[in-house]
């Protein structure tokens, strides 16, 4: 056996780089990755009305550990909070999720009945294609989309992800549809 300067035991112990081989050593499915994150705390949830009415405690004489114990709110998100707002560097507090959304609700809602009614027309989208849609309905309405989007030119499979399961999407590969299936579901013979 060859002597490379490591025993046995050196050589399973160096560290592993990359993170699908990390996986299959740990014997993870590789669907295990971060987007089925659960989160573990309820940091960042504080409401900003609650925050404000700790600042101004504070501001009134109350020491910051005493109010953060009297608001439940940890001591050091209050401190940042109340040195942001003396520094006048903008305190917007929103909470973590809602900072990276890329549709408002609204225009979620319209993306998903798009998808539908041309699933409904006989006319269904891949996977591929409804991401490349989502991609094209974010930059027609100016919307900040993430460097990923840009460079593929495509919602990114997370964000496919997250959307399909929000608005109870079942995208399928899309089958043709016959020539008499689809006259079978014109108004005149589904009436009759």
């Not at 009945?113 to 991401?131: A, E, P, T």
Request: charged share 30%; glycine share 6%.
């Amino acid at each position: 056996m060859a002597n490379d300067g490591y025993s046995g035991w050196e050589q399973k112990s160096r560290p592993v780089t990359r993170f699908n081989e990390a996986f299959r050593l740990l014997g993870l499915p590789k669907s295990a990755k971060m987007r089925n994150y659960k989160r573990k705390t309820n940091r960042g949830q504080t409401p900003a009305d609650v925050i404000e009415r700790a600042a101004a405690t504070v501001a009134g004489g109350q020491s910051l550990r005493s109010a953060a114990k009297d608001f439940a709110i940890d001591r050091m998100t209050l401190k940042r909070y109340i040195d942001k707002a003396s520094r006048n560097q903008g305190v917007a507090y929103t909470p973590v999720a809602l900072r990276q959304v890329v549709f408002p609700p609204d225009m979620e809602k319209d993306l998903a009945d798009h998808v539908k009614r041309l699933s409904d027309m006989f006319n269904g989208l891949s996977v591929n294609r409804c991401r490349s849609l989502a991609y094209e309905f974010a930059k027609r309405n100016n919307l900040n989309v993430p460097t990923n989007w840009d460079r593929e030119k495509k919602a990114g499979q997370d964000w496919w992800l997250g959307f399909k399961a929000r608005q109870n999407l079942a995208i399928r590969v899309p089958e043709a549809t016959s020539f008499g299936r689809a006259t079978a579901f014109e108004r005149p013979v589904v009436d009759k």
